[in-house]
């Protein structure tokens, strides 16, 4: 029997699932009265500063000049090709459907495990799985079929997919580039570099121009400070503590929950649409993510499960 209390457990599960799941709506209400990518920029560069100062503080020690290479590499894979994408495919589709969308991540990386990492096999189960997911994004994003509601932007839909196969990318390379033993010196300091290079990304894109601070409602304020504080700190410091004190496929449930709690929350506090579409289109994807997570696979070499599973979540933890 473990003796650390039931509450911590519960209460970590509760600020991964839901907390990370309400991300994407606090994400929406910010990209319209922001620009996407400065908004992404001031998210990150904050949390980053704060979290990577603190391990400093604490004592850690700081990434050496190969690390910082990586660093980088990863920064810009990860909050740039992720989540800048994301950020900007969310000024024009649901918050819900961004987070379906992304949900898609467990099926890529299981391709790269397939043909880059070469430590899984491709099986008939995984194929299913993969095609099913294939559907529940085409569901989402082709238009007619008799679904009645919309079809998201297919410019917003394909950002959120390359957003995903971008992820995927950068999970791989974290296997293979040097980085600093402390995840948490590691994870602040990619999401400071991340918040940066984010910023200045916004400058081509004359993202400055735009932004007024004095201009910006009370309500961005509030939920640009969520994201910080909420959804990057509180929940990437829960994240941290499940990994070390729970089996990776339980903290891996988080990939399908997150999806059906930002679906719920886009609809019934952000107002938005919840067709027919939607529900069968979600269901598929979410579908194929429980199949690809919880199965398991059929593996070309030994090799360390927990591990594999952890480099699925490295950097989608500050979510």
Excluded: C
Excluded at 48 to 59: I, N, V
Excluded at 112 to 128: N, S, Y
Excluded at 180 to 206: C, D, H, T, W, Y
Aim: overall charge positive.
């Amino acid at each position: 029997m473990s003796d650390r209390p039931l509450w911590k457990t519960l209460l970590a599960f509760g600020i991964v699932y839901f907390v990370w799941g309400s991300t994407f709506l606090a994400i929406r209400v910010g990209v319209h009265e922001v620009p996407p990518l400065l908004f992404a920029a001031l998210r990150f560069a904050t949390a980053g500063a704060l979290l990577f100062g603190w391990t400093l503080m604490r004592g850690e020690q700081m990434p050496r000049g190969r690390e910082w290479l990586s660093i980088t590499l990863l920064a810009a894979l990860i909050f740039v090709g992720d989540y800048g994408l994301l950020f900007w495919a969310e000024t024009t589709v649901p918050s819900g459907i961004a987070a379906v969308m992304l949900a898609t991540i467990p099926a890529f990386m299981a391709i790269a495990e397939v043909l880059l990492l070469r430590t899984r096999r491709f099986t008939l189960g995984l194929g299913a799985a993969l095609l099913v997911g294939l559907a529940g994004v085409a569901v989402l994003t082709l238009h007619g079929a008799g679904l009645g509601q919309a079809a998201i932007s297919a410019t917003g839909a394909a950002a959120l997919v390359f957003a995903a196969m971008t992820w995927s990318v950068a999970s791989v390379l974290t296997r293979k580039v040097p980085l600093p033993e402390s995840k948490m010196v590691s994870s602040g300091a990619q999401m400071l570099v991340g918040g940066l290079l984010l910023g200045v990304a916004a400058g081509p894109f004359g993202e400055f121009p735009h932004f007024h601070p004095a201009e910006v409602s009370t309500g961005t304020w509030i939920a640009l400070a969520y994201l910080i504080v909420a959804g990057s700190i509180m929940g990437f410091t829960a994240y941290l503590w499940l990994i070390h004190h729970e089996s990776p496929t339980r903290v891996g449930t988080y990939a399908y929950v997150n999806p059906v709690v930002a679906v719920a929350l886009g609809h019934w506090w952000g107002g938005e649409e919840l067709g027919l579409r939607a529900v069968l289109g979600t269901g598929l994807v979410l579908a194929s993510v429980v199949s690809i997570v919880v199965s398991k696979p059929a593996r070309r070499q030994v090799g360390d499960s927990a591990s594999q599973r952890e480099v699925q979540q490295v950097g989608k933890s500050t979510n």
